[in-house]
């Protein structure tokens, strides 16, 4: 898992997945700005689906490498498993019919071996939308509990709105307190 920080050439990768919509685009260039300017001109912007990968570097004050791979690249995803010291995994929170398809690749990603060590958060976004499910209502219908207990990674969650910003404060939190690990 950690063997990108360890060689200390290259900064650590942190793997950004999630089905197609969830917002991950948004997300990582809203991280990007949040500690600049306040007026994230651009960040209303439609955003275009993600085909293919894209890098953006964040310094957390030490510089790391987000790769966002889009959703419908599932099936190459592993191919970026073995560069990955952390992985975070967009949930669409407004879309019920999504649910289950994200719930099977989450569980997909947490299977794989090159991940078994790799500390996990799961971000439950799009909170900003009248039709957001609570994070007690995903993690019920995600099955979280069992998720979590049966994971050999550490698994956090977060609500998160890319669009409004809310959440993203603990989301560069927690990647900070990944980094020291």
């Known amino acids: 898992g950690g063997s990108a920080m360890a060689a200390g050439s290259s900064p650590p990768t942190f793997l950004l997945l999630g089905a197609a919509g969830g917002g991950k685009s948004l997300l990582v260039r809203r991280l990007r700005h949040i500690r600049g300017a306040r007026g994230h001109r651009g960040a209303n912007r439609a955003p275009v689906p993600q085909v ?7 310094r957390l004050p030490r510089k790391v490498t987000v ?6 690249m599932g099936p190459i995803w592993p191919s ?12 669409d929170a407004s879309n019920p019919a999504q649910v289950s398809s994200s719930c099977i690749q989450l569980l997909s990603v947490l299977s794989a071996a090159p991940l078994a060590s790799v500390p996990v958060l799961v971000l439950f976004n799009k909170i900003d939308l009248p039709c957001y499910m609570s994070l007690v209502e995903m993690k019920s219908l995600f099955r979280m509990q069992d998720i979590v207990s049966s994971a050999t990674q550490p698994i956090t969650m977060l609500e998160t709105s890319a669009r409004d910003g809310t959440g993203l404060a603990d989301v560069l939190q927690w990647l900070r307190a990944t980094l020291k690990d």
């Open 67 to 72: 790769r966002e791979l889009g959703g419908c």
């Open 52 to 58: 293919g990968t894209n890098l953006t570097d964040l």
């Open 80 to 91: 970026y498993y073995s560069e990955c010291s952390a992985l975070l995994f967009v949930v």
